[in-house]
């Protein structure tokens, strides 16, 4: 029994030591010429690829401060976390953050789950704490705290609704979503009421769970009822197996997705599945904006892959984050908190956007359409545009 | 909705449920074997499947048939190459499923049954966590080993990928139960299934015939993981997790032990969750997995076709 248990605990050790570690640095004593910015991200498990892509964009931006001499002379320096895609982990590293660590200001997460459970003990804390991503509503409800640089998912949700019958005059919808996601249902109830608002009919609905690789009875179900169009709310892993389920079963009509689509592999893992189908997202790669440009070329040449949307928004989060710093007059997290309620057309790489009284980034969704092997802006919709 | 409508939809279902229920079956063998010889479930089976995709990814991706950037597209394989590539998996994966066997379970053998089924959970979480860290998180594109073609069979649309996946499922099905039943290695198996220690007085290599076992159910994950990666070409470090409980649940429904009773359940399994699924609410197709386990161990405790076994006390 006790070389039983020698195994078990080998093996414990072992899985332990492949799971990616965390960078903490050492809470050391209150240094007077440094910012502690407390990052909790996904850095392992199922949802590692956000985290990572997210964390490029703010250690990009950080540096970037760092090398201009920081911010008042103070050097910015991240205390990062994994949340280990889970909402429950995201909660301890968040008090870990809050009360050791003791951050001046939080950033994360991309899952809505996670901003949710770790917003209450900033909250608490008084740190204030900016999601670069999290798109569901109820994130900023939970106190005068929390932040976020992203448009909202009802924003999303209807903006793609206008788009689908406004633009491509489409009359009849299908949803395919993910039963147990947040986010997918969050958006697909969204475009549902947005849509049959309108004037739309949604003829029929196939939801999945989450994890599921194989979508060929959901696609069975929505073939019959013959949609114009179908609303696909899921992430880039899914959309290109339920592209190419769709279309082995000989359905032409267009998919129209959400920003979870986006990703450098979008287009090769759809293969030609996705080509002229529909996407939202939070700003246009092709965009001559110099700043988005300069944002494009600074992430190639630093980390030698192309960035994604969770790259430009914890970048942008991170610079928001600065001039809250300026504006607030401080960087105490009292003065940074005063300081994000007050962004004003902050011109970012996600686009020029104000913080809102319920502490949320006003910014416009470009709708994109998927080419051979390009992605074309067509159409810009407005906050003011959606009712 | 129309009467016709319901019988195309019916009939689809059927389809993509027949599919669907040959890579449980696949993967249920696995399970079957290893605890016919041993009753031990061996959880780490469905990270050898994860492992069968990976492998035939990488030598693809070597051989030069995978875009290095993302934005490329893939070239097709020549299918002479793509069985090398799958022999070669389905060869490496014995070798871990052997190895597995080695390392993690052979020392605690008579450690009771508690001991290894724990260090299987260990082996499986090590493989799906050791994955992430060697392969990465995000999904990779499985390379093209066959163009997608669509055959149409009245109201029915049935891709060549899901036709393979069949016809390949019966194959190896039919050649494992000749093995078993017909060969000197699968008597062994057989008679080691049947009482370890008689077998072992009777001159047969435990040890030898119980890492065979591993490796032909592990051979057959591979092949599995390359079916499924052909039809699904996105592949994950965690892509093992949803169907080896799946398989696992056929294993059980079909009977754990028996190797027609992994095909029966595979397939019952397979079939009732598309149909149900699809007639009802796709997204209770899972529950419809465990609720069909429920009512058959209620009234069969062993299985569809398991053998009735006595507790010997």
Not at chain 1, 24 to 45: R, T
Not at chain 2, 6 to 13: A, D, R, V, W
Not at chain 2, 154 to 173: A, E, R, S, W, Y
């Amino acid at each position: 029994m006790r070389t039983a248990l020698a195994l078990v605990m080998a093996f414990m050790a072992l899985v332990l030591s492949f799971t990616p570690g965390c960078k903490d640095k050492d809470p050391d004593p209150q240094a007077a010429n440094e910012i502690k910015i407390g990052v909790f991200l996904s850095l392992s498990d199922a949802n590692a690829d956000f985290g990572k892509t997210t964390l490029n964009g703010i250690q990009l931006a950080v540096d970037e401060i760092n090398e201009k001499g920081g911010v008042n002379g103070k050097k910015l320096v991240l205390v990062t976390k994994d949340t280990r895609s889970s909402p429950e982990q995201a909660q301890t590293v968040a008090k870990e953050l809050a009360t050791q660590d003791k951050v001046a200001v939080a950033i994360g997460s991309v899952e809505s789950g996670q901003s949710i459970k770790a917003a209450p003990v900033f909250q608490e804390a008084g740190i204030p704490m900016v999601s670069p991503s999290s798109t569901n509503p109820e994130v900023t409800k939970q106190g005068d705290c929390i932040f976020r640089v992203c448009y909202l998912d009802d924003f999303q949700g209807a903006s793609c609704a206008a788009f689908a019958y406004k633009d491509l005059e489409f009359r009849k919808a299908a949803i395919i979503f993910a039963q147990d996601d947040d986010y997918s249902k969050g958006l697909a109830d969204f475009f549902r009421k947005s849509f049959t608002a309108l004037g739309g009919t949604i003829v029929e609905e196939a939801a999945f769970q989450g994890k599921a690789s194989e979508f060929k009875d959901q696609v069975t179900k929505i073939a019959a009822a013959n949609p114009d169009v179908i609303f696909a709310p899921v992430y880039y892993g899914s959309i290109g197996l339920i592209a190419r389920d769709f279309r082995k079963q000989g359905v032409k009509a267009p998919l129209l997705g959400g920003d979870g689509w986006e990703s450098p592999q979008l287009i090769q893992l759809a293969g030609e599945t996705l080509e002229g189908c529909y996407f939202g997202y939070h700003y246009d790669p092709e965009d001559s904006d110099p700043k988005v440009q300069g944002y494009l070329k600074a992430y190639k040449a630093k980390f030698n892959t192309e960035p994604n949307s969770l790259s430009a928004l914890g970048y942008d989060a991170v610079y928001t984050v600065v001039k809250a710093i300026e504006l607030g007059g401080g960087d105490t997290s009292a003065q940074i908190k005063d300081g994000l309620t007050k962004i004003k057309d902050f011109h970012g790489v996600t686009g020029t956007y104000s913080i809102d009284s319920g502490r949320n980034a006003q910014k416009a969704i470009t709708m994109l359409k998927i080419g051979g092997t390009d992605l074309k802006k067509v159409k810009v919709i407005q906050p003011s545009d959606i009712k | 909705m129309a009467e016709a409508d319901i019988t195309s939809q019916l009939l689809q279902y059927s389809a993509n449920g027949l599919a669907k229920g040959s890579t449980y079956a696949l993967m249920a063998v696995g399970y079957t074997l290893v605890y016919g010889v041993l009753q031990l479930i061996n959880f780490a089976h469905a990270e050898v499947y994860m492992l069968g995709s990976h492998f035939a990814y990488y030598q693809a991706r070597w051989a030069g048939y995978l875009p290095e950037d993302s934005a490329g597209k893939p070239e097709s394989v020549p299918i002479g190459l793509a069985l090398g590539f799958v022999a070669v998996a389905m060869i490496a994966c014995s070798l871990v499923g052997m190895l597995i066997e080695r390392i993690a379970y052979r020392p605690l053998r008579n450690a009771g049954r508690l001991a290894p089924l724990i260090t299987a959970i260990g082996v499986s979480l090590l493989l799906q966590y050791g994955g992430q860290a060697v392969f990465g998180t995000e999904p990779k594109l499985f390379p093209t080993f066959m163009e997608t073609e669509v055959y149409e069979l009245g109201p029915i649309k049935f891709p060549n990928t899901n036709v393979l996946i069949v016809l390949t499922t019966v194959v190896l099905m039919t050649a494992l139960t000749l093995f078993v039943t017909k060969t000197r290695p699968g008597a062994a198996m057989r008679a080691c299934s049947h009482d370890m220690k008689t077998a072992r007085l009777m001159g047969i290599n435990v040890n030898a015939t119980i890492s065979l076992t591993f490796g032909i159910g592990s051979a057959m994950a591979a092949v599995a993981g390359v079916l499924v990666a052909m039809d699904q070409p996105a592949i994950t470090p965690l892509m093992g997790v949803q169907i080896g409980l799946k398989a696992f649940v056929a294993a059980v429904v079909g009977g754990i032990g028996s190797i027609p009773g992994a095909a029966l359940g595979g397939l019952i399994l397979g079939v009732s969750e598309s149909v149900v699924g699809g007639l009802w609410e796709t997204s209770y197709a899972e529950a419809v997995a465990f609720v069909f386990l429920i009512v058959v161990l209620l009234f069969k405790p062993s299985g569809l076709l398991g053998k009735a076994t006595r507790e010997k006390v």
